[in-house]
């Protein structure tokens, strides 16, 4: 079923529907008849909206008189059916005064003589119309209310096969129902956990069946039992179901036998003509041999009126077996016997039903069992031929002698001690050849033939020349110790095997740093070790002249920071700086001074992405056009200055004296108005004075008191 709007949301939603699907322009020099067709299309329009609402509202929620009782009972247990029609029925009234409105504004919409009389008619339509709805507000949120409870309500279908739980609060029935199926109902030691009807679906000899938990039922009078218990026992009146009544013969629930053996007394007309199973929950906490024998008879008691639900011939009870069942839900003993007694039950009753009716006959003469005659007392055994016979045996006898690897292998001290031959399924002239260890026959050739007899001779040679070549590698790595070494001779060890670690040092530096960093960075030069004066000695040493060298690191290692910006020589200067310091006269000259490196600006007619010209000569136009608009304002904004006046800024013109420029659109503050009058300046009467006049009588007084 769709929502149902309250009040406000349904005009909300009808009047902005009209509005957006009828035409909302018109126009007083429209003719009358295109006028009252316009509006008069918008009082149909809404009309109609709101029957289609309200018609589906109506025809969406169920009658009552044409479901199932069991639907019936269950709306008025839950929503009490007078409230229900009564809320149904406004609805449709709203709906036939609607239509009435629209069809009486219609017709005095054909008779209006203007555009206000037909708006008027219009707006006094839909204003009737919205005041209807807003009438029937509290019906259409009580209908909101019955439909978001009526989703979720079971689906439970009257017809099908039915398992109906019953009993007093808490005995183990949502337990119960939670091992047999599938649904999730809520279980807690505390009476009416389950406070509506809860369905789940279970198998029983490839049949689906339904199962109703239904809420705990006291023992009181009708009158007194609330919504829960009357889901109960709407469930029990009109369902055709196969019953269990759980008796807790523990006492664990809260209730004793004796109180449960009354409920069942007095609910005992709703069983008639329904399977009736009294099962005994919670044995393991009491079984059923334990109770006392005023309980004992009690239950007995039950189980006799149980019997009478059993049908017979003759309205009387022909066995007793499934009658009264013992279980336990938290050991789950008995869950599933009780479980296929019920199911059993049912299904007999319903058989025994169905051929009772009179649609039986109907179906009972379409069908025709024939039973066939012997002819004559002659034996005719079935006849196979002889050769499918003997193919049957043999293969029957390769099956039985037939032996796998994975069986010899366990015949033979199994996984790891047997080894699989790999010869015995060759396919070779004489089988005694698959086991022959030498000659091996390959491509018709003996492999023996082609064996070298000196190979073991040639493997020992090779294994040799191997151990030579593993020697030389050795003497290759072989590090000096220097321990048979002279001093003279250790001390250049020393010396070669620092310069070859310093060597590796400075590979491993310049490989990974840049070559812009030094290759000692100064945090690891504290000690100032890595000095030009100790690299001149070195060169010094090594025959070589330091000075280019000093000069250069001494260049490189000098800060920039603070040094004075020298004036860079002319590309013509080639002299050294003997010709005058003069500014280069020609501006192309000067750009030619400069540095290559200055990035050059963007000329103003390059198109840039995004400003939305075509090309650069659109953009020059542009540009032009916009200069010259801007020429004139930028000369007349050289005429005028500000000075402070009293708190006030004035705008002077020098062009034509002194002179306060103002709009006429401006708004004037109080202050200046009354520093008018102060100084005895007449005001405008009306706002079509023109304002220059009491400026230029404004501006002669500042003039005249020396203030300009």
């Not at 025809?59 to 269950?74: A, V």
């Not at 049949?207 to 938990?213: C, E, F, G, P, T």
């Not at 100032?528 to 690191?553: C, H, V, Y």
């Amino acid at each position: 079923m769709t929502v149902v709007p309250n009040g406000k949301d349904f005009i909300d939603i009808i009047l902005s529907r009209t509005q957006r699907q009828t035409p909302t322009v018109v126009h007083k020099g429209y003719a009358i008849s295109r006028l009252r067709s316009f509006y008069m299309r918008k009082v149909k329009y809404t009309q109609q909206n709101f029957h289609e609402k309200l018609s589906t509202i109506i025809d969406e929620f169920p009658r009552l008189d044409d479901i199932h009782p069991f639907y019936g009972d269950l709306l008025h247990v839950l929503y009490n059916k007078d409230h229900y029609k009564l809320a149904l029925g406004q609805i449709n009234t709203a709906r036939n005064l609607i239509g009435k409105i629209s069809k009486d504004y219609v017709k005095l919409l054909k008779y209006g003589d203007s555009l206000y009389r037909c708006k008027c008619l219009k707006v006094a339509a839909l204003g009737r119309m919205c005041t209807v709805i807003k009438r029937i507000g509290p019906s259409l949120a009580y209908l909101e209310q019955i439909r978001q409870h009526m989703a979720r309500l079971p689906s439970i279908d009257p017809n099908t096969r039915t398992i109906l739980i019953c009993g007093y609060p808490n005995v183990g029935k949502s337990s119960f129902i939670n091992k047999i199926t599938r649904a999730d109902v809520d279980v807690q030691p505390y009476a009416f956990t389950t406070k509506s009807l809860f369905v789940g679906h279970t198998d029983y000899k490839y049949l689906r069946y339904q199962v109703i938990d239904t809420p705990g039922i006291l023992d009181r009078p009708f009158e007194d039992r609330n919504i829960i218990e009357m889901c109960s026992i709407t469930a029990l009146a009109h369902l055709r179901a196969a019953v269990l009544f759980f008796l807790d013969i523990s006492g664990s629930c809260g209730y004793s036998i004796a109180q449960q053996a009354a409920l069942f007394h007095s609910i005992k007309s709703l069983f008639m003509n329904k399977p009736l199973i009294i099962v005994c929950n919670k044995t393991d906490l009491q079984p059923l041999e334990g109770i006392s024998e005023e309980d004992k008879k009690l239950v007995t008691e039950m189980k006799a009126e149980a019997m009478k639900t059993v049908i017979g011939q003759g309205g009387e009870a022909t066995n007793d077996e499934g009658v009264l069942l013992t279980m336990s839900t938290l050991t789950e003993e008995g869950v599933i016997a009780v479980k296929n007694s019920a199911c059993e039950r049912l299904l007999n009753q319903r058989v025994e039903l169905k051929m009772k009716s009179k649609k039986i006959n109907d179906c009972l003469n379409r069908f025709h069992v024939a039973m066939p005659k012997p002819r004559d007392n002659n034996v005719r055994p079935p006849c196979i031929p002889q050769v499918v016979l003997e193919a049957k045996a043999k293969q029957a006898a390769e099956k039985e002698k037939r032996n796998t690897e994975k069986d010899l292998e366990n015949d033979n001290g199994g996984a790891g001690v047997y080894s699989a031959s790999l010869k015995k399924n060759y396919i070779l002239a004489n089988d005694e050849w698959k086991e022959d260890v030498m000659p091996e026959i390959l491509d018709g050739h003996n492999v023996y033939d082609f064996v070298d007899p000196d190979i073991l001779h040639r493997l020992a040679e090779l294994e040799r020349e191997e151990g030579y070549r593993q020697a030389d590698e050795d003497d290759d790595n072989f590090e000096m110790e220097g321990l048979e070494l002279t001093p003279e001779e250790q001390k250049t060890l020393s010396e070669i095997r620092k310069k070859k670690s310093l060597l590796i040092q400075q590979h491993r530096i310049k490989k990974s740093t840049a070559e812009s960093r030094p290759t000692v960075p100064r945090k690891f030069d504290k000690d100032r070790e890595f000095t030009t004066k100790r690299m001149g000695r070195q060169l010094s040493k090594l025959g070589l002249d330091p000075t280019k060298a000093i000069n250069r690191a001494r260049s490189r290692s000098v800060s920039t920071r603070g040094r004075k910006r020298e004036r860079s020589l002319d590309r013509d200067d080639t002299d050294g700086g003997d010709a005058m310091d003069v500014d280069t006269p020609n501006k192309k000259q000067r750009m030619l001074s400069r540095s290559r490196s200055r990035s050059r600006s963007r000329p103003p007619t390059e198109v840039v992405p995004g400003e939305g010209f075509k090309d650069s000569a659109q953009k020059a136009k542009a540009l032009q056009k916009a200069n010259k608009s801007n020429k004139m304002r930028n000369k007349n904004a050289r005429l005028y200055f500000f000075f402070l006046q009293g708190g006030r800024f004035v705008l002077c013109c020098m062009r034509h004296g002194v002179y306060l420029l103002l709009k006429k659109n401006l708004v004037l503050s109080s202050l200046f108005w009354q520093d008018i009058a102060a100084r005895g300046i007449l005001q405008p009467e009306s706002s079509q004075f023109p304002y220059f006049s009491i400026v230029n009588q404004y501006c002669y007084k500042l003039i005249e008191d020396g203030s300009a």
